[in-house]
Structure formats: C-alpha cells, structure tokens
C-alpha cells in the first residue's frame, strides 16, 4: 500500500507541475503577443485599397489615389454645386474604405471658412454615395478599414472659361 500511496502522490504532483507548465506556456504567448502589437505600425498598411483595374501587386498607393479621385471627380461633375465662391477654393473630404472594401464619404475634415461648411457636407454626402467595392487594404494578411483624406478643388463658374 506504501508503493500505491507513492505512486498516487508522484502523479498529483507530476499533474499540479504540468498545469504550471501550461499556465507559464500561456503567459508566455500572450507576452509574445503583446510585444509583437507593440512592434506593428498600425499607421500603415502592408497594401493600399485595390479598385478592379489596379494591379494588385503593387504595394503603392498611386493606382488607389487616382483612381478614387476620378470616381469622386466624376461624381461632382455631373452637375454643377450651387455655393457660393469667390475665388478657387478646397476642402479635404475624409473618405472610409472597410474591411469588406465599401468606400464611404465621412465628413470635410478641413475647409476654407469662405465656404459654407454644413451646406457642402450635405451636398457631398448626396453626391459621394454608390462608390464601386473594391478590396480592402491589408495588414499582416488581415483586411481592415482605413480612412483617407483628399483634397477636392473647387472653381467658380465664372472662371471656367479662362
């Protein structure tokens, strides 16, 4: 019976020693893992957004500016925006792209106090709207949202001509 007391005792302790082992493996990870966040830029993405007619294997973000400028261009442009200009004048939209590649329009994040801030912020949210899906960007092979911020010109009629 001594030899059966000893070998239970051997395997409490040899379980209470592998639980241990475990707890100490998971803190490890989870130190691992809170040094690796540490060690991520999240200020930039390992791929910008990727409309259908950029190449997906460029890392830049040239091919994404332009082409989310000429959608947004084309969208103002087909109708003249009634405000009220003196001289050449921008604002700098704010414009979300999600996880999923839906592109949405924010908010005038700066804008010249000669234009009227709340009128051009309802006139772009009803102009800025149906953007193509495209892909999203990418960190560390994860998609995730990003937020740009794009200056958008604007020209008094008038001036047109010149």
Known sequence: MNKGCFVLMILFLSVGVSCLSEEDKEERALDMARKEMQNIDMDYVDRYPVFDDCDEMLTTS????????????????????????????????????????VIEYDSIFKCARSIN??????????RLTDFP????????????????RLPIVFIPVDSLGN
């Open 117 to 126: 801030k709340e009128r051009l912020d309802s006139i772009l949210k009803d």
């Open 62 to 101: 040239d091919c994404f500016y332009e082409t989310l400028c000429n959608v947004i261009d084309q969208k103002l442009r087909e109708d003249y925006i009634a405000i009220q200009l003196e001289q050449r004048d921008s604002v700098y939209a704010s414009i979300s792209v999600d996880n999923k590649g």
């Open 133 to 148: 899906i495209i892909k999203s960007a990418v960190k560390r092979s994860i998609p995730v949202s990003t937020t740009y």
